[in-house]
């Protein structure tokens, strides 16, 4: 059973930084039980993090995943793990035929978040179009899956068996990550598309095959132009909603958390033209690190949004995760602020608006 939130509900989005203790667990082949004590200790201190910063949906900061698009790998075997030529990070790289792994990784995360947080849930997913862009490679991969999009239609089968464990659980919130969808609000990006329109179309279709048939789950997309490049000091790419409203409105799931504190993103008109059926999580902290906000300002970036959406529509969250990628490094008690931040500016909000 899911639990009733409040009005201008404070969320997390995905990925908090991770301690040295939790990468050096992350990093071991073979757990014993003290390693399994100690993640689980780590989780329940990442819970109450956010609690006590006064979230009311909460995650487990995706700690026990080496990376969250590489969190694939635990539900399907064919994937190689490598560093990439181009920067020299890790790169998880599909090189064999997907075969399935027992299913259970990401509903194991999702039902101890829900055994011990006393707030609302979250559990994320990498979108399969994503997955695509990013663990494809024409080289590397060519003997398994010549196509790129063969690829990505095999990653929708593992994605729908952890929902189908999700299903029933009593998570309040599924999300599915695709900033690889909005990207295509860049002309940079969609030049580089003989048809950017058709690629937009096939990235909605997969996921709405990887959602088709569940039922009682609140299903979400997060879209994000890269606010996460912004961490990792990366280019954060440009353009409104608008080129892809038409897919966005194809989505068949219920909420949409949206990037909202950069140029561009903060498109109101293009809120104003989304499903009214959608709920909107306004990504409305800037996951930038050394950038400070205030409850006040927060606020305000919500009350601009409230011209076009409906407040019982509404909830606040970051733009995107806070440490995209295994190579982000920054600093938790920064996390710890911006989240109360946001669940100060909650308040200000229910105070001003119930």
Request: proline share 6%; aromatic share 6%; with cysteine.
């Amino acid at each position: 059973m899911t639990r009733a939130l409040p009005l201008f509900p404070a969320s997390i989005v995905g990925s908090i930084p991770r301690p040295l203790m939790v990468r050096e667990l992350i990093e071991k082949r073979l757990w014993d039980a003290a390693d399994t004590a100690t993640m689980d200790a780590a989780i329940r201190f990442v819970v109450a993090m956010q609690e006590r910063a006064g979230l009311d949906v909460v995650n487990d900061g995706e700690w026990r995943r080496r990376s969250y698009i590489g969190v694939i790998a635990e539900l399907a075997h064919g994937f190689t793990l490598e560093i990439n030529p181009a920067d020299g990070r890790p790169w998880t790289v599909v090189t064999e035929k997907l075969t399935p792994k027992p299913a259970g990784f990401i509903a194991g995360e999702a039902a101890f978040v829900k055994k011990i947080a006393t707030v609302a849930t979250k559990v994320t997913l990498p979108a399969p179009a994503l997955l695509g862009e990013r663990l494809w490679d024409a080289e590397r991969s060519k003997k398994a899956y010549p196509r790129r999009d063969d690829f990505v239609r095999a990653c929708v089968a593992p994605l729908r068996a952890e929902i189908a464990l999700l299903q029933g659980m009593g998570v309040d919130i599924v999300q599915i990550d695709d900033p690889h969808l909005c990207l295509f609000v860049d002309p940079d990006v969609r030049g580089r598309y003989d048809d950017p329109d058709r690629a937009a179309d096939f990235a909605v279709e997969m996921i709405n095959e990887t959602v088709a048939g569940f039922f009682d789950i609140k299903f979400a997309v997060h879209l994000c132009r890269r606010a996460g490049a912004r961490v990792r000091g990366e280019k954060h790419h440009a353009g409104t909603y608008g080129p892809i409203l038409a897919q966005l409105n194809r989505l068949r799931v219920q909420h949409l958390t949206m990037e909202f504190t950069a140029a561009g993103a903060d498109d109101l008109e293009s809120l104003g033209r989304l499903r009214e059926d959608f709920e909107i999580g306004l990504g409305v902290v800037d996951v930038t690190p050394g950038a400070p906000e205030a409850a006040p300002i927060i606020a305000s970036r919500v009350e601009r949004a409230l011209s076009r959406v409906d407040k019982d529509r509404i909830t606040l969250n970051p733009d995107c995760g806070f440490a995209p990628g295994s190579a982000a490094k920054v600093d938790t008690d920064e996390v710890y602020l911006k989240l109360r931040a946001e669940a100060d500016a909650a308040s200000l909000l229910r105070a001003k608006y119930a």
